[in-house]
């Protein structure tokens, strides 16, 4: 089985994968793997179906306090999959009447949440910030959220997430990176 990370062997060769997701390199760290063990023996392999199904497991809501602690707040929500997460949270922070701006090469979870919104969806070229800024500043709505990938996987440009929160708190608008 190979492991997983930034590189893989392939017939004996050391090459770069771009098929992985593990941008933190943690799908190995020896403290997780026996996290993982120890979580195995005490809840078996699996639910079965999400948590949307199966409902909110005790290990989900020790997941949630533990992550809350973790970045000082009263409470965290987890959710099972980055998919879920957009479409969930993109419409819940914005609705019909106000705008929503995407960066070109999002991911297809956050355009689908984009969707979902019912926002006013203004699309700007990848990493324009000038762009966005133009965007937010001709827009009226009372309400406005820029979303996009803090990694972009598919070609690994970072956002300049520091110039994206200048300009969300110039337009006073909302900022959520996947």
Excluded: W
Excluded at 102 to 116: E, T
């Amino acid at each position: 089985v190979p492991a997983q990370g930034a590189r893989l062997c392939v017939d004996g060769e050391s090459l770069l994968a771009f098929c992985s997701n593990d941008y933190l390199g943690l799908a190995q760290d020896p403290l997780l793997r026996e996290a993982v063990h120890a979580a195995v023996d005490r809840y078996g392999v699996g639910s079965g179906a999400s948590p949307m199904v199966s409902g909110h497991s005790a290990a989900n809501a020790a997941l949630e306090r533990e992550l809350a602690q973790a970045v000082g707040l009263p409470r965290a929500l987890y959710f099972y999959a980055g998919y879920a997460t957009n479409a969930s949270i993109v419409p819940a922070l914005v609705g019909e009447g106000d705008a929503l701006f995407s960066d070109a090469l999002n991911h297809a979870c956050l355009i689908d949440g984009a969707r979902l919104s019912r926002a006013t969806v203004h699309r700007y070229p990848h990493a324009d910030l000038a762009r966005l800024d133009a965007l937010l500043a001709a827009s009226p709505a009372r309400r406005k959220l820029v979303i996009g990938d803090a990694v972009f996987s598919m070609d690994g440009d970072v956002a300049d997430i520091a110039a994206m929160h200048t300009l969300c708190e110039r337009h006073d608008a909302l900022l959520l990176l996947d």
